[in-house]
């Protein structure tokens, strides 16, 4: 049975970093995208970034571009996204979802989705 | 570009509901429609791929489709039950970017 697992959510002051974890089992790591994907409390949905199967490819939301940096540990099969510079806007629950092969192609989705971790940035 | 949902739905049970997803800025046929039912103080999971396509264990009570001319997708969920209370989002990819809708709150009474 697959399973995600994200970690690493805490309260952080305006400016500051943080780095999520996902630990993730029942799958061959390596053939599967991996996203992060967040929801700010209340609100809906927003794709945050994406990381290939190999991790060559990494693409972010314009939202984050610059500040966010995710990566993957194909060894240890763990997923990161290191977040700097946080904003109060960065607020979320963060999700870790997976995909339907190691890169995307248009017939793929988010088939799996961890419990998400609680990211709240405030003075 | 931006997918724009009605933000809440309500309905009785054993009903017929239609959710829609209209895109602003592209076509809607350019990308494949996905939809993401999320009940409360749970995690999203997938009801509908590439347009129309269900994922396994999925009921056939959930169907999707996209109307190239109103440009927008809908998926329609008939004989509702009360566990379909749930807020429903669509998603679109474009460029190495992946858009989702606002949301629609369904709510079964």
């Known amino acids: 049975q697959v399973h995600l697992v994200e970690s690493g959510g805490d309260l952080v002051k305006p400016g500051g970093s943080l780095t999520l974890s996902c630990a993730v089992s029942g799958f061959t790591f390596t053939e599967y995208y991996l996203t992060w994907i967040r929801q700010a409390p209340g609100r809906g949905l927003e794709w945050v970034s994406y990381?290939?199967?190999?991790?060559?490819?990494?693409y972010y939301a314009d939202s984050v571009k610059g500040r966010f940096t995710m990566s993957r540990d194909n060894a240890r099969a763990s997923l990161s996204l290191h977040m700097n510079n946080l904003r109060v806007e960065d607020t979320a629950t963060y999700y870790c979802?997976?995909?339907?092969?190691?890169?995307?192609?248009?017939?793929?989705?988010?088939?799996?989705w961890g419990q998400g971790t609680l990211v709240t940035v405030s003075s | 570009f931006i997918l724009t949902q009605p933000l809440s739905v309500s309905e009785s049970p054993g009903k017929t509901v239609t959710l829609s997803c209209t895109r602003s800025g592209g076509s809607i046929a350019s990308d494949y429609v996905q939809w993401y039912q999320q009940r409360p103080g749970s995690s999203p999971t997938t009801v509908i791929y590439e347009d129309h396509k269900r994922p396994s264990g999925v009921p056939d009570r959930f169907s999707g489709s996209i109307d190239r001319s109103a440009n927008s997708a809908s998926l329609t969920i008939s004989g509702l039950k009360t566990e379909d209370e749930a807020a429903y989002f669509c998603l679109s990819y474009d460029r190495h970017n992946w858009v989702f809708g606002g949301g629609t709150k369904l709510t079964v009474l």
């Open positions: 990381i290939s199967g190999s991790g060559n490819t990494i």
């Open positions: 979802a997976r995909g339907t092969s190691s890169y995307f192609d248009s017939s793929g989705y988010f088939t799996d």
